[in-house]
């Protein structure tokens, strides 16, 4: 018996992440090298022709998982009969633009796209936002999704964080990737997010034992936060164009994580609901326990110490206040 199609709806699908994502999508990875993907490609309607190109490229590919390829500016098209949907496509802040325009315009965006999802989607879709700001963004979509499509459905992705820290500390350590267990993001895909390395072990041992100097434990409540934090502007700063194949990268393990389980902790942007204090409504990086098929469980009962309760807060504030202006930007 050959096993079902997976829809998967990219929005953005002409952009840059796009490009280096697509081919993830159908390398088996996430989804099964049996399984075809038909691919719902949306953009803007000045990117169609760059768009159209996309898919003559993924023709190319010659890949056995390759079904049907839409390109589309509707995104009532986009959305229909969608199993998993990436949201990639979001307004850029531009020069001289305000936060709250952005935040507007954004959240009129994924406003339309929750909407459209619940009406088009499949009620079991499952949306990962990506766009910026993209634990926001997600908060919108939620909201505008439910009661159809629900809560726990709609994540935002953290993972390229996540990443960033596993690879410095296995860096600092010279261990094997692999090895570096229990390290996390809490809060915003932001430069308040909170990169925690306390819980992490490295081929089973402490990071404290593994990483024993002076100027390692310095490191890691110093240049190590810093440096995942800021990590995103020093690529811009140094390519004039954001992180793409490292964000294409980090969708598909968040993807392959969430839909066939995972055997550690990974950081993903959820719906709060309530663990470790955080607001309600909020959707904030947590240490998730992937089980599969979509499922998983905020990690609970870890200690906080005044530290990291600071650093937790913080960002859970900003998150806060970004929502409260996305909604008062958008009722105005
Ligand atoms: P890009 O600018 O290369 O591509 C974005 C695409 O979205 C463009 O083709 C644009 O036409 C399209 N688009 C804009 N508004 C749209 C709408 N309403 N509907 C459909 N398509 C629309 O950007 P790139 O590099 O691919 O990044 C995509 C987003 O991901 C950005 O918002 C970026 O800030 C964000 N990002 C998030 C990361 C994360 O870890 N959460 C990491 C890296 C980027």
């Not at 709609?154 to 990443?163: G, K």
Request: proline share 4%; net charge negative.
């Amino acid at each position: 018996m050959s096993a079902p199609d997976v829809t998967v709806a990219v929005t953005g699908a002409a952009g840059q992440i796009a490009y280096s994502l697509l081919p993830r999508l159908l390398d088996g990875t996430i989804f099964g090298a049996r399984v075809k993907v038909n691919l719902h490609l949306l953009d803007v309607t000045p990117a169609l022709e760059a768009l159209g190109g996309v898919k003559l490229e993924l023709e190319d590919l010659r890949l056995p998982t390759l079904g049907r390829v839409l390109t589309t500016d509707d995104q009532e098209t986009a959305f229909t009969g969608a199993d998993v949907a990436v949201m990639l496509g979001a307004f850029p802040r531009k020069d001289g633009m305000e936060r709250a325009d952005l935040l507007k315009k954004n959240c009129h965006i994924f406003a339309e796209a929750g909407k459209s999802l619940a009406r088009v989607g499949k009620p079991t879709c499952k949306v990962l936002v990506v766009g910026n700001p993209a634990n926001t963004n997600a908060a919108i979509l939620a909201r505008n999704a439910a009661p159809t499509i629900p809560a726990q459905n709609v994540t935002a992705l953290t993972r390229l964080d996540h990443n960033r820290l596993n690879s410095q500390l296995a860096l600092r350590a010279g261990a094997r990737l692999d090895d570096v267990r229990h390290a996390v993001i809490w809060g915003n895909h932001s430069s308040t997010q909170f990169p925690d390395a306390s819980r992490a072990t490295i081929a089973g041992t402490p990071v404290g034992e593994a990483l024993p100097s002076a100027d390692d434990t310095a490191w890691l409540r110093g240049d190590l936060i810093a440096c995942v934090q800021k990590r995103g502007a020093a690529i811009i700063k140094a390519r004039k164009l954001s992180s793409a194949m490292s964000a294409a990268k980090a969708i598909s393990d968040h993807l392959h994580d969430l839909l066939n389980g995972a055997d550690d902790w990974v950081s993903m942007g959820v719906a709060s609901d309530g663990s470790y204090g955080v607001q309600p409504g909020l959707v904030y990086s947590f240490p998730c326990a992937c089980t599969g098929g979509g499922a998983f469980q905020i990690v609970q009962g870890l200690e906080i110490d005044d530290y990291s309760r600071g650093m937790m807060k913080a960002t859970e504030d900003e998150l806060a206040a970004e929502l409260q202006d996305a909604l008062a930007a958008a009722a105005e």
